[in-house]
């Protein structure tokens, strides 16, 4: 058994991304994502799956090169190979993304 809580220990890292993983089981990830304003823009292009959803804050991507606002609770699925870039995010922005490896 695993017993956790999403907003414990979210505080801000000092000058970039905090990714943490909170469960690891076969081809399964599921991560916790703490964001400061200060994001660097990266583009991602994954081999797995994933579904991310903002927990906390705002943010604004592009995936697949549509433009894409998201607030608090809202989510999106990431396809594989899909590029996609994190464009500006909130300060404090807590993500919990899901990610599917290929088997």
């Known amino acids: 058994m695993q017993i956790g809580n999403l907003f414990k220990d979210a505080t801000l890292p000092p000058d970039s991304e905090r990714f943490e993983a909170l469960l690891e089981h076969k081809n ?26 903002l927990l906390k804050g705002e943010a604004l991507m592009t995936v697949g ?19 996609h870039t994190v464009e500006k995010v909130s300060e404090g922005a807590v993500w919990l993304a899901v990610h599917l490896h290929p088997e």
Do not use: C, H, M, N
């Not at 609770?73 to 190979?81: H, I, K, Q, S």
């Open 28 to 53: 399964l990830v599921i991560e916790r994502i703490v964001s400061p304003a200060s994001t660097t823009r990266a583009e991602y292009l994954q081999p797995q799956d994933e579904w991310v959803v």
């Open 65 to 83: 090169g549509e433009l894409v606002e998201l607030k608090s609770g809202d989510y999106v699925f990431l396809p594989a190979r899909v590029p």
